[in-house]
């Protein structure tokens, strides 16, 4: 199987970082208000490094179960975020996706963007039959994002992870192969 990425959407390209993109990956990883819910971070400028050079090492891999893709803005060629899509379960086609979103760029649409064609590549090139996602409580913005998608909550888990000194509860959005509308593709193709 071929990679089934870059994908491009109206606004927006998801495609493999470069070396090129530390510096904007660092604005939105650094940022405590970005990654204040998020199980990482703030990154210092090591993190961020030693983050882009396991991803670059990883992308010289084909296939592998797990692909994350830089977001980045037709207009401008700057990337804003990153979104990624891990198979979890091969034999029951099972895979997660998360991404982030640099401050700047909240509100906008991008990430409603960039997921609705990481369903649409999950379903329609990967022929997967479940794509779920989880999320602090707290993260109104990214479970609006996963309802905006199609996504459906299944599950609230009370005090699931300790992360950054507390515990925390964390919802779980899915959606179904058969929920997802493939006549409706928003991408261009490749």
Known sequence: MSPWF??????LVLREF???DESHIHEYASDPEVVRLMIWGPNTPEATHTFLEGLLKAQERWPRPGVELAIE??????????????????ANRSADIGY???????????????????????????????????????????????????????????????EKNEWRDS????????????????????
């Open 100 to 162: 982030v979103l640099n401050r700047s760029y909240w509100g906008r649409g991008y990430m409603t963007e960039a997921g609705r064609a990481i369903l649409d590549a999950a379903f329609r090139d990967l022929h997967l039959h479940r794509v779920w996602a989880t999320c602090d409580i707290r993260n109104h913005a990214s479970y609006r994002v996963m309802e905006k998608i199609g996504m459906r909550r299944q599950a609230h888990f009370r005090k699931n992870a300790f």
């Open 18 to 20: 470069r070396a090129g």
């Open 171 to 190: 919802y779980l959005y899915a959606i179904l192969a058969e929920e997802w509308p493939l006549d409706g593709d928003e991408r261009k193709p490749r």
């Open 73 to 90: 803005r037709k207009e401008d060629h700057r990337l804003i975020g990153s979104i990624g899509l891990r198979i979890k379960d091969e």
């Open 6 to 11: 870059p994908i491009e959407t109206k606004r």
